[in-house]
Every structure is written in C-alpha cells, then in structure tokens.
C-alpha cells in the first residue's frame, strides 16, 4: 500500500468543506460534496481493513519530514475498523439531515465535513500533540452545529458545551506538556512504555486520559452530556453519538496500550469508574420521559460497557470491549435516527404526547425493536455477541461484580427500551388537545397533536434501517468482526509492529 494516501482520510472532506464555501448551487451538487467524502472514506476503509486484518500496520509522515517535525499517520486495524464506521454514521446521519432539511443551512454541510476530518486524524495520528488538534478540529465545527440546529435550550445547551470542552481541552493540553516536560516527546512511538517506566510520564499520561474521560463523558464527569445532545436536531445527536466520545474511548485504548503498556496496577480504577458508569447511566434513565434524554442515559451506560474492556486488559476483554465499541456506534445512531423521525414529523419526543406509532408506521416500528433489542444484548443482534463476550471476559478474569453488574444493567436497560416502545410506538394514539389545531409543520420545534397525523416519510426511516440492518447482519456474521477485533486486540497487547512501523524501524 502506497502509505502517501492515508492523509487523504482528512485532505479530502477538508477539500469538500472548502469548496462547498463557495458553491451556492444547485442543491444536488452541495449534497454530493456532503455524501462523497463519507462514500468515499468507506470505500477506503473496507479496504484498510483487508489490508491490516492479519496484523499490518501502515505509517506515514507527512510531507516525508523527520520524527518529531512531521504529522505521522498510522494505521492499524483497531483504526481501520473505526474510519469505516465514523465514514458509515457520517453517510447515513447526513442523509437523514438531508431528509429533514437541515442541510438546506448554510454552514451546515461545511460543518459536518470538517468535524469528519477531525475525526479522522484524531484516529489515525501517532501523536499526542496532533491528537489534541485534531480533536479540537473535531470540536471546533460541533459548536456551531449544536448552535445552529435544534429546539429551544440549545444555546444554554450549547454555553455548557463550549465550557466543558474548553476546559477539557485545557486539560488535555496541560497533560501533553508534562508528558513533554517528562520525556522529551509526544510522538507515540518514542513514549511505548514510557508510564511504565517514568513516574512523571504517568503523571501527564493520567493528565490526559482525565480529560479523554471527561470527553467520554465517564461518570462522575458525566453530566454534561445529558444537557446538550438531546437539544440538537436529531441528526446531529445521532452524528455526536457516534463519533465524539467514541473518539476519546479509542484514545483511552491506543495510549493505555502504548504508553502505560497496559500497566496492571491502575486497572482497579478503570473497572470501579467504569462499573459505576454502567449503573448510574442506566438509573438516569428510568426517571426521563423524552426520547432522547432516555437514549443519551443510555449512552453513558454503554460507554461503561465499552471501557471496561480496556479496564480487563486481557485479550478477551480488549476484543470484547472493541467489537462492544463498533456494535454501540451503529446501533445508538440507529435508535437517534429512528426516533428522530418520529420527533421530527409529530414534533415532540416526549413519551406521554406520543402512541399508536407501530400500527400508523410497522417499518419502523421493527427498525427500532431491532436496534432496541441489540442495545439489550438479545439474539441475533450484535449486541448479543457483544455482552456475552464482555460477561464471559469478566467472569474470566474473576471480576463476578462486574459480570453481575452487566447482566443487572442489561436487564433495567430492557425495561428502558420497553418503557419508549410501550409510550411512542404501542398503546393508544393521544387524544387531541382540541379540534381546532393546525396542521403539523413537520418543523420540529414545538409539541402538536392534530385529529389527522402525517405519515413519517421513507427517507427519514431508511437511514435508521440501513444501520439496524447492520447490526443484525454484525450479529448474525459474528465472526467475521470477532476476528477484527482479536487481531486489533493482539496488536494493543503486543505493541512492537505498531512502535516498528511508526518509528520506521
């Protein structure tokens, strides 16, 4: 593989953005530079991962500078397997914006293709310093989104964003300078082992993995969350959903792997924050009465889930916790999307003002039983693979309170998903407010029963079945990304060919 072509994972959306300043028109041709880039990076995904599914791992540096002066790109296949999905939520969430009419906004489509390129250098760099700059090229683009779109509270929603991320950034940044201050570097392949073997590296290392959490949105730092991604439009939700804190949660594995080299005594701290996660997210949940705020409790629950795997530290948990990570993306999007439509059409989320939906609309009343029953871990959906095999690594390993701790919140998760099920889209339709209503505007910016409701439209329902169609076929085709993920989780435990190929050694 020619190594030159990784940067292009960021040039090419960046070269979208930049050209969609200037083209005011027509509309197919502002959509096509919004879709392309995602269309494209899949393609470059697929292919990635053919290439680095037996344990390769390609590195550039940009520009062909030295170490130290250069941007180096590396690629494996844990980041393999997250360009293809960040490219596949990118694609599909566009496509419901383009349903809904969101991207008829000016800045819209520049927006989402900046924070994409953020994205993907965040994944691909090997660079502590370049992580935190492309992670802010991810953010900076997130707060005029979340200004932009959306109901009422999104600009107090979107204050508390920009300051916990400002903060976090700071954090972030403090953290690279004592890593640098310590070791001289921030290149990732000079700082293998480094937290293993310096008290200082450590010290910035934990530095920079708080502010990866508070990112994460790991509890008790968790807060932020719940109050900004349910006063966006949905569309962005969903697009937040599936790549903000999934980004910091692949950081927290790739510089636990590299720099702390998977150090056993700071594990303890990972398993008591990251059970405490899985618990209070889920309990968030039950007191909500929207769709969104539920989901996005839910959210914190499974990041939970995720990170425990990096917690285990042993091949199993790696694998579980990776194959957890990919199936939470699609399907938590799936279940924003899908609900988003309702939301959307009806104008409102909130469970008591909602009914009757899987007898009005049956299509996607599966599509989110289907996603709904993945997020619970039940057969065929990937979420089954992805909890037993998270439960299995823990009873593994003698961790029987955090196996308990899965199956208790697997199970309040269920009655969750039950409660938005048995509120939006079984039981009755809720009788008008009065006969004398206007007609639903489908604007998504106030409550509205009617005596007639609109029919959802298909466009706004194929993007949540594309990806509950995914995660069926995940878990019907377990293996496949139960390969991937072993052979991602065999290069964080063995970190040598990562080091070789970013060091060019």
Known sequence: ???????????????AAGLLLFVRGPLWLRRALLLGPSAAAMLAGSWLIWLT??????????????????????????????????????????????????????YFSPLVLVLTSGVSGALLTGDIFNMFVFIEVMLLPSYGLLAMMGVLGRLKAG??????NLLTSTIFLAGVALVYAAAGTVHLGELAGAAKESPMVAVGMGVIILALAIKAAVVPIHGWLARTYPFTSPAITALFSGLHTKVAIYAIYRLYALVFDGDAKFLWIGLVAFTLTMAIGVMGAVGEGTTRSILVFHMISQIGYILLGVALFTELGL??????LIHHMIVKASLFLSTGAIEHTYGTGELDRLGGIAKREPLLGLIFMGAALSLAGLPPFSGFVAKLSLVIAAVDDAQWTVAAVMIAVSLIT????LKIWGGVFWGKEPEPEGSDQAPVTAAGNGAVDTLTRPKIKMSLIV???????????????????????????????????????????
């Open 463 to 505: 993007p949540g079945l594309i990806l509950t169609a995914t995660t069926l076929c995940i878990g019907l085709g377990a293996h496949v990304l139960l390969e991937l993920s072993a052979q991602a989780a065999a290069n964080l435990l063995d970190t040598s060919t990562y080091v070789e190929a970013v060091l060019g050694r």
């Open 319 to 324: 694998m579980a916790g990776i194959f957890y």
């Open 53 to 106: 599914r037996d344990g390769t791992v390609f590195a550039h540096n940009v520009g062909l500078w030295q170490d130290g002066i250069a941007i180096p790109f590396v690629a494996d296949v844990f980041s393999a397997l997250m360009l293809w999905t960040t490219a596949l939520l990118a694609l599909v969430c566009s496509m419901f914006a383009i349903a809904t009419g969101d991207d008829r906004q000016t």
């Open 159 to 164: 204050r508390i964003y920009v300051t916990v």
């Open 1 to 15: 593989m020619n190594t030159a072509l990784l940067p292009l994972f960021v040039a090419v959306p960046l070269l």
């Open 414 to 417: 269920l009655m969750s998903m």
